[in-house]
Nanobody
Framework: QLQLVESGGGLVQPGGSLRLSCTAS????????IGWFRQAPGKVREGVSC????????NYADSVKGRFTISKDDAKNAVYLQMNSLKPEDTAVYYC??????????????????????WGQGTQVTVAS
């Protein structure tokens, strides 16, 4: 069964850090670009960060630039989202998604959800004191 699984969410105080993991089972992430999205209560899901299949190129939503870092470890078949200086407005369910193709990152707008092939079930991140 092909699936993505997110983990690492939880409750953290403002200013704290979390590292989310996205692992794949049933397929290799070597040839997939990975995007992280989030959906806050009552809001539309939005793109957070994306990394190319080779891990050489990344982009970030303006709201998280300088605070979040995406990375890819093909040996562990995983992608990570390091989140620092967390704010209450970062509270959301975070999803990872995989898009096939070594050139996908360079040929598609990274926040168009329909261009992704696989999605995880999400992990809750709550930033509150």
């Amino acid at each position: 069964q092909l699936q993505l699984v997110e983990s690492g969410g939880g409750l953290v105080q403002p200013g704290g850090s979390l590292r989310l993991s996205c692992t794949a089972s049933g397929f290799s992430l070597n040839h997939y670009a990975i995007g992280w999205f989030r959906q806050a209560p009552g809001k539309v899901r939005e793109g957070v960060s994306c990394i190319s299949s080779r891990g050489s190129d990344t982009n970030y939503a303006d709201s998280v630039k300088g605070r979040f870092t995406i990375s890819k470890d093909d040996a562990k078949n995983a992608v990570y989202l390091q989140m620092n200086s967390l704010k209450p407005e970062d509270t959301a369910v975070y999803y990872c998604a995989a898009a096939y193709g070594s050139d996908w990152y360079y040929r598609h707008p990274t926040w168009i959800e329909s261009t992704y092939d696989y999605w995880g079930q999400g992990t809750q991140v709550t930033v509150a004191s």
